[in-house]
């Protein structure tokens, strides 16, 4: 396989930067299709582990990693002399990362982001973060990897399809082969906005899904949050310029029914132990990985607001996660709103 840069594959440096369960993942991946990868790892002393043994023992500890894998804690030496650069990084501190690793990008890299979330103080999504830091040249070296995807499930070899979106086709053609296996398909899109925002939005209606599942509640509570759940994605996305028809697809329901049904969700992990009363601090000082929808639901909530978009599960989490509301309230008042019609 060739490259866009007419590189082959053994000379194709890729780095990955973001170290968690994800990006481990998809690290091992591209390097078990040969590519030489570097890791980056937030933790010095993970990646020292990672070298001296082969495995991520922290967040991907069933899976051993191939030898085209080298992690290293040092940003400058994962950034340098790569042709693509994947950022798995949690969505807010992608901007701080970002910003280190800009002096040692080369201004030819293929930059991916495969991280999902809506940034707090800025309500950008990440597209906008990376296009206010990247200079104007390199916009049209950005793609999106979003979609239906636990890592576990990847890392096993479970067949898996996801999507890649890029402003150009070639780029996201690119990005298509680079990243596909037989068990790991990728399709191309050129709506960033919206398989960006499905990517963030499901977050949120994971953790609503979650306190459904705490309180007790069954199979038709659950279909009707995904549903209305999407309903609420899509009308944020056609607001910011996203398609409609991309909510269908796997950055949209494919990824929601995924995170709001799989017992690997963190989200929905969340969801369910605050509907069973347990406090947020609590729950997030147990956790080693980071559930995105937390803060996410803060972002989006906001979003919607100063959009003026109605998103009443959104809100519904906002109030439980930000205002100390009772999840069980929450599901009353959602059900006793003003009767209406159904649509997006």
């Not at 070298?51 to 992690?71: E, F, M, R, V």
């Not at 799989?262 to 347990?278: F, P, Y």
Request: hydrophobic share 45%.
């Amino acid at each position: 396989m060739q490259t866009k840069q007419g590189l082959s594959r053994m000379e194709t440096k890729i780095a990955v930067i973001g170290a968690g369960s994800w990006g481990t993942t998809l690290a091992n991946l591209l390097a078990q299709k040969g590519y030489p990868v570097t890791l980056w790892c937030y933790e010095a002393d993970l990646a020292e582990r990672i070298q001296q043994s082969g495995i991520n023992d922290l967040y991907l500890p069933a899976t051993k990693l191939s030898k085209k894998l080298q992690a290293t804690s040092n940003l400058k030496t994962a950034v340098a002399e790569k042709q693509l650069l994947l950022f798995v990084t949690p969505s807010q501190v992608t901007r701080q990362i970002l910003v280190q690793a800009l002096p040692d990008l080369s201004p030819q890299a293929l930059i991916v982001s495969a991280s999902k979330g809506i940034e707090n103080e800025s309500l950008m999504l990440l597209s906008q973060v990376f296009e206010e830091l990247l200079p104007q040249s390199m916009h049209r070296q950005l793609g999106f990897l979003s979609g239906p995807s636990f890592a576990k499930e990847v890392s096993s070899g479970m067949p898996t399809a996801v999507v890649a979106a890029a402003k150009e086709l070639s780029v996201a053609e690119e990005i298509q082969k680079i990243f596909s296996t037989e068990k790991f398909r990728v399709y191309t899109h050129d709506d960033i906005i919206g398989v960006e925002l499905g990517g963030a939005m499901k977050n949120v209606i994971a953790l609503a899904a979650g306190v459904a599942d705490g309180l007790g509640f069954g199979h038709n509570t659950r279909a009707a949050l995904i549903t209305r759940g999407l309903a609420e994605m899509t009308r944020l996305g056609i607001k910011l310029g996203g398609a409609a028809e991309t909510f269908a697809g796997l950055a949209g329901m494919g990824d929601l029914v995924l995170t709001c049904t799989g017992d690997l969700s963190r989200n929905r992990s969340v969801g369910i132990e605050l509907g069973k009363g347990r406090s947020l601090d609590e729950i997030l000082a147990g956790m080693q990985m980071v559930a995105e929808g937390v803060k996410t639901t803060l972002s989006a909530y906001q979003l919607a607001e100063k959009l003026g978009v109605e998103v009443p599960i959104i809100e519904q989490m906002y109030l439980i996660l930000y205002q100390n509301k009772s999840p069980r309230q929450a599901v009353t008042d959602l059900m006793l709103r003003d009767l209406r019609a159904e649509t997006i």
